[in-house]
C-alpha cells in the first residue's frame, strides 16, 4: 500500500538550515508530482511547495521562496525539502503529500505522518 | 495568488445534525476544489475532489458542491466521528491555497 515516511525534523536555531526527506513506497514514485504542506502550532495548512513527477518543475510558496529547495531522488524513492536561513516563522508540523492523479492537477490523497521542525534560539 | 476563505470558522453541531460549510475563492477556479478533514495530531484526510466526487471510502454522508467561486461541503447526519477540522482547497492553479479551516465542534 502507499506510505510515505517524513524524517529530518527538529530543533535548530534561526538563520540555520535542515533536510526534510520522506521516503515513500507503494507507488511509482517518478510519475507523482509531490509537496511539502506545513501547519504551524494551532494554525492552518499552508502549501509550501511542489515539485512534478519528471522533477523538471517546481512552485514555492512566497514565503519560502529563495530559501527552501525541493527535490526528488526517483532512484532512491525519496523527496526532500532543503530548508536554509530559517526563521521563528518556519516551526510547524511539515507533511510531505502525493498528488492524486498522475500527470495532471490534482489535490493529496496521500500524506505522511508529519514532522516537526522548531525554530528556536 | 487565490485566497479561499471558508465560512464560518468554528460550528458547533449535534450527532444527527445536517450541517453546510461554504468555501469561496478569490477567483474563477472551475470544479478544482477539494475538502479535508484533520483531526488533532493527525495527517489531513481528502474527502472530496473536483468539488463533488467523493474520495474511496468516504462515507455518502459527505457530499460537495458548487463551480466557479462558491462551494459547499454537507454532511447530511452528522456521527461522532465527524468532530474535526475541515479545509477546503484550491487545485486550479499553483500555490494550491487552502481555506483557513472551520472546526465542527460538539454542541
Known amino acids: 500500500q502507499v506510505q510515505l515516511v517524513e524524517s529530518g525534523g527538529g530543533l535548530v536555531k534561526p538563520g540555520t538550515s535542515l533536510r526534510l526527506s520522506c521516503a515513500v513506497s507503494?507507488?511509482?514514485?517518478?510519475?507523482?508530482?509531490m509537496a511539502w504542506i506545513r501547519q504551524a502550532p494551532g494554525k492552518g495548512l499552508e502549501w509550501v511547495a511542489y515539485?512534478?513527477?519528471?522533477?523538471?518543475?517546481?512552485y514555492y510558496a512566497d514565503s519560502v521562496k529563495g530559501r527552501f529547495t525541493i527535490s526528488k531522488d526517483n532512484a532512491k524513492n525519496t523527496l526532500h525539502l532543503q530548508m536554509n536561513s530559517l526563521k521563528a516563522e518556519d516551526t510547524a508540523v511539515y507533511y510531505c503529500a502525493r498528488d492524486k492523479f498522475v500527470g495532471s492537477s490534482s489535490p493529496s490523497d496521500s500524506w505522511g505522518q508529519g514532522t516537526l521542525v522548531t525554530v528556536s534560539s | 495568488d487565490i485566497q479561499m476563505t471558508q465560512s464560518p470558522s468554528t460550528l458547533s453541531a449535534s450527532v444527527g445534525d445536517r450541517v453546510t460549510i461554504t468555501c469561496r475563492a478569490s477567483q474563477y477556479i472551475n470544479k478544482w476544489l477539494a475538502w479535508y478533514q484533520q483531526k488533532p495530531g493527525k495527517a489531513p484526510k481528502l474527502l472530496i475532489y473536483?468539488?463533488?466526487n467523493l474520495e474511496s471510502g468516504v462515507p455518502s454522508r459527505f457530499s460537495g458542491s458548487g463551480s466557479g467561486t462558491e462551494f459547499t461541503l454537507t454532511i447530511s447526519s452528522l456521527q461522532p466521528d465527524d468532530f474535526a477540522t475541515y479545509y477546503c482547497q484550491q487545485y486550479n492553479s499553483y500555490l494550491y491555497t487552502f481555506g483557513q479551516g472551520t472546526k465542527l465542534e460538539i454542541k
Open positions: 515539485i512534478s513527477g519528471s522533477a523538471t518543475t517546481t
Open positions: 473536483k468539488a463533488s
Open positions: 507503494g507507488f511509482s514514485f517518478s510519475d507523482y508530482h
